[in-house]
C-alpha cells in the first residue's frame, strides 16, 4: 500500500489559482458590504467600522449620509453633530473627532477630495494601513491587500499566506495571489472568513475549498 504523498503547509502555485477560481465563481463581483456611494461615504464609513459591525455602520450611516456626506457638510456638522448620528457605534467619540479633523485637513490640503495616495491617506486621523489600503482598492481600483481580522484567520487557517501578524499576511498575500485575482481578493477572504470559515466554528461541509484548505481540526456535518 502506497501512501499518498505528504502535502505542504502552505498551498501550491496551482491550488492557489484554484482557491480564488472557486471563490470568484461563486461570487463573480464581490465588494464591500458597508454602503457608500462616494470615496469620502466610503472613508468616512470603514473608519466607523472599526471594531464594530458592517450592519451597525451602516445603520448609522442610512441616517447619516443624507443630512451630511462631504467633508464641508460634516465638518459644519461638528463633533457634537456627528455624535448624534454614530452613538451606537463603538468608540464613537474618538471617531467624531478623528472624522471631523479628516474634514478639515480634506478640505485644506486636497481641495475636499480623497486622496489616491497610500502616504496621504494613512497621515489622515484614525486612518490606519488597513483603512487607507480598503479605499485604495474600493474606491479607486488598486490592487491592495487590507487585512483584517477574516482574512488574518482565513489566510493562516487555509495555508494560502500563513503569517504571524497582520502586515505579514498582506505582504505574503501580496507576492501569492495571482494578477488576476487582485483586485477582488480581499473581499472574497473577508466574505469567506465572515460567513464560512468562521472564527469559533468554520461551517467546513459547506465550504467550497475545503479540499483544499490544510485547516488540521475541520468541522464535520451536523
Not at 198 to 222: M, S, W, Y
Amino acid at each position: 500500500m502506497t501512501r499518498a504523498p505528504r502535502r505542504s503547509p502552505t498551498l501550491t502555485r496551482a491550488e492557489v489559482v484554484e482557491l480564488f477560481s472557486r471563490l470568484r465563481e461563486l461570487n463573480p463581483t464581490p465588494t464591500t458590504e458597508l454602503e457608500y456611494s462616494t470615496p469620502f461615504e466610503l472613508l468616512v464609513a470603514v473608519t466607523l467600522s472599526a471594531q464594530a459591525t458592517d450592519v451597525g455602520v451602516n445603520k448609522a450611516t442610512r441616517r447619516l449620509f443624507p443630512v451630511a456626506n462631504t467633508p464641508a457638510t460634516l465638518l459644519a456638522l461638528g463633533e457634537d453633530g456627528l455624535k448624534k448620528y454614530i452613538s451606537t457605534i463603538g468608540l464613537f467619540n474618538a471617531k467624531a473627532k478623528n472624522i471631523i479633523a479628516t474634514c478639515r485637513i480634506l478640505l485644506d490640503e486636497h481641495g475636499g477630495e480623497v486622496p489616491r495616495s497610500r502616504e496621504a491617506l494613512e497621515a489622515l486621523p484614525g486612518v490606519g494601513r488597513k483603512t487607507a489600503n480598503v479605499v485604495l482598492n474600493t474606491a479607486f481600483g488598486e490592487p491592495t491587500m487590507a487585512v483584517d481580522t477574516h482574512i488574518f484567520r482565513v489566510a493562516n487557517r487555509t495555508g494560502l499566506a500563513p503569517g504571524k501578524d497582520v502586515r505579514a499576511v498582506e505582504d505574503r498575500l501580496v507576492k501569492v495571489v495571482p494578477a488576476e485575482f487582485m483586485q477582488d481578493a480581499h473581499h472574497w477572504l473577508i466574505l469567506h472568513g465572515r460567513y464560512v470559515c468562521k472564527a469559533r466554528k468554520p461551517d467546513c461541509p459547506q465550504c467550497v475549498i475545503r479540499d483544499l484548505c490544510r485547516f488540521k481540526d475541520k468541522t464535520l456535518p451536523g
